[in-house]
């Protein structure tokens, strides 16, 4: 069972950087394709971010890219979301997770494994 555990939101203006860490309790980083979502309250869970199992290959949702950028630790096996230009409307739980698929996929339910969520407050 691969466990993952989310650090690193918090309260910022808008226009601030944060970075997101997830933590694996196991080697996943060549095993699973993982990703960042996110949900508002009142809103459907949705992609922000995913990076291919062994590959440096990444895909964001439109309103993230060229501000949000995923990566890999592999000295730390965790999964980096470094978070830029934050905006008011980026506020939201943010969760990882882990998929056992070729590629990327942008729908919830292609992930097996998620974290426990942390929050991400911008105000404007």
């Known amino acids: 069972q691969v466990q993952l555990v989310e650090s690193g939101g918090g309260l910022v203006q808008a226009g601030d950087s944060l970075r997101l860490s997830c933590a694996a309790s196991?080697?996943?980083?060549?095993?699973?394709?993982m990703g960042w979502f996110r949900q508002a309250p009142g809103k459907e869970r949705e992609f922000v971010a995913g990076?291919?199992?062994?590959?440096?290959?990444?895909h964001y949702a439109d309103s993230v890219k060229g501000r949000f950028a995923i990566s890999r630790d592999a000295a730390k096996n965790t999964i980096v979301l470094q978070m830029n230009s934050l905006k008011p409307e980026d506020t939201a739980i943010y969760y990882c997770?882990?998929?056992?698929?070729?590629?990327?996929?942008?729908?919830?339910?292609?992930?097996?494994?998620w974290g426990q969520g942390t929050q991400v407050t911008v105000s404007s």
């Open positions: 997770a882990a998929a056992i698929t070729l590629y990327v996929r942008r729908g919830p339910g292609d992930y097996m494994y």
């Open positions: 990076i291919n199992r062994g590959t440096i290959s990444t």
């Open positions: 196991d080697s996943i980083l060549s095993s699973y394709v």
